[in-house]
């Protein structure tokens, strides 16, 4: 997709942010209109919406904020967290909050069991 017209850079996603440091200086430029900074941002919904990071810290400030930046501890996390939960044979879930409307349920189950038609 172009986000500043034909003639402009092509990118999946619009671009809403650039983070650029070289040790704790801010690298300025601009690309389709975005300026870089030392302010990111937190998961969409539980974290914060505007995060200051310097090199030393952005890593733990994003933890904070509910991003893993490293792929493979992402995979894993789900991973270990997908084993705790069972399908039984009947294709129904082991835990009670999946099973039985009238049990209070974590807000994310209720989407997720509409995700997966289980």
């Known amino acids: 997709m172009y986000w500043t017209g034909k003639g402009g850079p092509r990118f999946i996603r619009p671009i809403r942010w650039i983070v ?3 040790g704790d200086e801010i690298v300025p430029f601009e690309l389709a209109g975005v300026h870089s900074g030392a302010v990111t941002s937190g998961h969409r919904r539980l974290g914060a919406r505007a ?11 994003l933890r904070e904020n509910y991003v893993i930046l490293k ?6 996390k789900i991973h270990n967290e997908l084993a705790q939960v069972r399908v039984k044979p009947d294709r129904t879930w ?3 909050w999946f099973t039985s409307p009238s049990t209070p349920r974590p807000s994310w189950a209720a989407s997720m069991r509409s995700f997966w038609r289980c």
């Open 20 to 22: 650029a440091l070289l």
């Open 51 to 61: 995060i200051a990071v310097t090199t030393a810290d952005y890593e733990q400030r």
């Open 71 to 76: 792929a493979e501890e992402r995979r894993q």
């Open 94 to 96: 082991s835990r009670p």
